[in-house]
């Protein structure tokens, strides 16, 4: 078509037609789809790959096909701009006559983000997706309005009465505060209130959307899957987790947070914050094989006159960044006084995803350092061709396969093969130090921490020491055959 040859005021309705057009595909798209809502209403929104994810299980809420969901995502993320801004408004644009309560860990904050989604609704650029939903004119209080159809917005704090409200849609945002990961009596508050109030408030249909940081294993997300777990008539929860680091060792949102950051964040924080918070893998010390307050402390600068010293390795396959670690623990034998049993130290540990030649310039520099009376390797992975180089060296370290007469070959076995050493306090670690924080971790983290490497090697260290007969608890009779087959004289 030749538009030069059409009257102006031809031009101008074809123009105005292909405008109107174009505002009813955006419109359109906006209102089924979340993430091109987000684009529309937020200026300069950095998507991720994990928000795309959210995009996609709020769908489903919208569209009855997912009633319970928990996302669990670390600080930084565009959680609360999601859950507490975005999220409402798009449930009330596509359908106005909705009963929404929102709820996060404070009144005050929860009020807040109602005034954003009021002020958002009310704006023109909202209008432009969804013309039908708009506010009451009597009813605009920050935390608590109504749309002209009847809906309702309900914005509470946690363990605020919700007394003769009702919602089809419940979400909850960051339900915790850093105050109430100070006190496990505040996780069993928030459940309390839930159960007591929230919960009780969603109509016959109705749906939950939790949103949260992790804090520990009893808070709100710990409580909610383990009574799904205990009643197949509780709410069955869809969890999506989103570390910050993701399992492949990149970014969970790379267009905004770059690795080094992350790291940094990570060497700032206790481990166990970290772990929580930042990778949603919280730790509990009371279903811990070995409780963290078992470890004995060594509060003094040197390190104490020791009798034996044992260096013990876990290796790897690769150094890819899925790959399991190699770890390298160092321990040692010493009396905290002259008239106590052996007691054992953690002097030193580390890790990383090495090459084999990385690997072994590792563990040179290690035993050179620490000049150990025992080098132990587990006898898999690359463990057998450092054995062979050790022994190049004229290094006589041994292959070593944590088994024995008392059985117990796979991890969870050799753990508590080893607690009791730690129940009868003789296991310690300068607990100041960075490399003792991470052992720490791991352990009270087994069996379902993220990593296990530095269990591996301690297991392997400790076990050889108790079987060796270099550590013996108060009580436990000696195999005398068992005890002379493991003496020093094994070089």
Known sequence: MN???????????????????????????????????????????????????????????????????????????????LSSYLMPAWFLGRNPKLKIIQATHNTELAV?????????????????????????????????????????YFAAGVGAAMTGRGADLLIIDDPHSEQDALSEGAFDNAYEWYTSGPRQRLQPGGSIIVVMTRWGKTDLTGRLIKAQSQDILADQWEVVEFPAIMPSGDPLWPEFWSKEALLGIRGSLPLQKWSAQWQQQPTSDGSAIIRREWWKDWEKEEVPNLSYILQAYDTAFSKKESADYSAITTWGVFKPDEDSPDNIILLDAKRGRWSFPELKQTAWEEHEYWEPDMVLVEARATGQPLIDEFRLRGIPAVGWAPAGRSGGRDKVSRMNMVAPLFEAGVVWAKLSERFAEEVIEEVTSFPHGENDDFCDSMTLALMRFRQGGFVALEGEQQDEEDTTSRKLEYY
């Open 3 to 81: 538009l030069d040859a059409l009257p102006q005021d031809v031009l101008k309705e074809i123009l105005a037609l292909t405008e109107a057009k174009a505002k009813l595909d955006v419109r359109e798209k906006a209102q089924d789809n979340f993430m091109a809502f987000a684009h529309h209403v937020y200026d300069n929104f950095i998507e991720g790959r994990h928000h795309r994810i959210i995009a996609e299980k709020l769908e489903r809420v919208a569209r009855g096909e997912l009633k319970r969901l928990i996302i669990n995502m670390p600080p930084r993320h565009s959680k609360s701009e």
């Open 112 to 152: 807040r983000f109602g005034r954003k989604v009021r002020d958002l609704i009310a704006d023109q650029i909202y209008r432009d997706i969804f013309p039908k939903t708009t506010l009451k004119e009597d009813s605009k209080s920050a935390g608590r309005w109504m749309t002209d159809k009847g809906g309702e």
